[in-house]
């Protein structure tokens, strides 16, 4: 792969508008056409590169590259399982070996990490490529940018993570480095394969007492530990609301079991004055353990016989609470108030020098790791596990929708994906379309 190493960056123009979304521009002398790449990518365009079009002008050929869904791959940094890691190594290495079938240069790729972009539908890497003869890269610049994507992009497995950097600070070879990349997956696969997640298998001695969106507990080998939902949003079925506006609490018999007691701070029931506040101290769902409902009922019902079901015990309904934003949020510096229903985060702060980024989205359970800059709960309706990210640049800030499924709306106006679109103070941003609704606000 050696070749020359010709800078072409900065004859490359980035643009966008919101009809087209975002491309890139560069031309080149008409002299300076490979035409056996040009008519084989023009017939067949490979996956690994961005699709273009072309013009000729002054003796010139411009090409055009439309970004499309394609993300910049420094959007997804973070950390990534070692099939995940490897499978992106597969995708960054192989076009370079296989764009001969297309009469095509490795050369003549922008080997830059700023110019690799993310499919993450697909999983997959394309590169810019200029077809010219001349070629614009080599193999030191392959080196670099391999190096660079190291740094971006971290392993949960420290031993692969030391054998990529081992093998791309050596005498980088591609070849030699997939097939290590196969023998260690393919080494590591039994292990992993047998490896439980405790995130998803609990351990077999504790059975967690969590209750699913159903209203259901958790399935257990104890009889009757299934709680039947009452219908009624934050109130068990042992607790039964009065045509008076009094809620009467039932404390549970001794002999009877109790799957889950919810001690949430804030469950809302919607009422056309605003929010229903069921009480409670911590203003988190919390889950209790065998040995902590027991706790409860003595607590509730310390001089009941064990043979007789306590008297019902009435107390006052909480009185419904207006929490929408009637009091503003302060912004302690720059980022995002938030201006839409009041159980998401209230302030986005924003700390960012000239060049970096900012990624927002949702936090992912199946990968139990944060990914984002800063995330929203997994629960979070609309918002995408990686929605949209805000840069710095000279000028100010811009916002990018990561191709998101819901997309980020500014004033209202859907953003097309991949394209930056500049933030002025007091301006509307919306992460989907459930409530994700901020205020930008640079102090």
């Known amino acids: ?92 290495i192989n076009p370079l070996l296989e764009c001969g079938d297309w009469f095509m240069n490795p050369c003549s790729f922008i080997l830059d ?17 200029i077809p010219s003869t001349r070629g614009c890269s080599g193999y030191d610049a392959f080196k670099e940018m391999a190096a660079d994507v190291v740094k971006m992009i971290t392993v949960t497995d420290a031993v692969l993570e030391n054998k990529v950097l081992r093998s791309i600070m050596k005498d980088f070879n591609p070849n030699e480095f997939l097939k290590m990349l196969r023998e260690y997956i393919a080494e590591s696969k039994p292990a992993e394969e047998k490896s439980e997640d405790p995130e998803q298998q609990p351990e077999r001695e504790f059975i967690p007492l969590s209750v699913k969106e159903s209203g259901c507990a958790e399935e257990s080998n104890e009889p009757d ?23 009467i609490s039932i404390p549970l018999c001794k002999d009877e079991q109790i799957k889950e007691k919810e001690h949430s701070g804030r469950k809302k029931e919607k009422d056309s004055g605003g929010y229903k506040v069921f009480g409670g101290w911590s203003g988190r769902k919390r889950e209790l353990r065998q040995e902590d409902s027991q706790n409860i009922i003595q607590l509730e019902a310390p001089e009941q016989e064990a043979d007789k079901c306590p008297m019902p015990v009435i107390t006052k309904q909480a009185e419904v609470i207006d929490i929408t ?55 979070t309706k609309a918002v995408s596990r990686r929605h949209a990210v805000i840069e710095r640049g000279m000028s100010g800030y811009n916002i990018i929708d990561l191709s998101s499924s819901a997309g980020t709306y500014v004033n209202d106006r859907k953003l097309p994906p991949n394209t930056p679109y500049g933030l002025e103070t007091g301006c509307r941003v919306s992460f989907g379309n459930s409530g994700a609704d901020y205020v930008w606000e640079v102090s």
């Open 1 to 92: 792969m050696k070749g020359m190493n010709i800078d072409m960056n900065s004859r490359i123009q980035s643009k966008s508008d919101f009809l087209t979304g975002s491309f890139l521009v560069t031309r080149i002398p008409e002299d300076e056409l490979d035409r056996n790449a040009f008519y084989t990518t023009l017939a067949d365009c490979p996956d690994f590169i961005l699709p273009f079009h072309h013009k000729s002008i002054e003796g010139q050929i411009e090409f055009v590259y439309q970004i499309g869904t394609h993300n910049r791959l420094q959007y997804f940094t973070g950390s990534f399982t070692p099939k995940e890691y490897s499978e992106l190594w597969v995708s960054i």
């Open 113 to 129: 990490v700023d110019y690799l972009y993310f499919d993450k539908k697909r999983k997959t890497v394309s590169y810019v490529y």
């Open 225 to 247: 530990s299934c709680i039947p939902d009452s219908g009624v949003e934050g109130v068990s079925e042992d607790t039964k609301e009065s045509p008076d506006g009094f809620i």
């Open 325 to 379: 934003q009637s009091t503003p949020v302060m912004m302690n510096g720059t980022g995002l108030r938030y201006v839409g229903r009041a159980h998401l985060p209230q302030a986005i702060q924003i700390k960012i020098a000239e060049g970096e980024i900012f990624t927002i989205g949702r936090f992912d359970a199946n990968i139990g790791r944060q990914q984002s800059s800063f995330e929203f709960d997994k629960k």
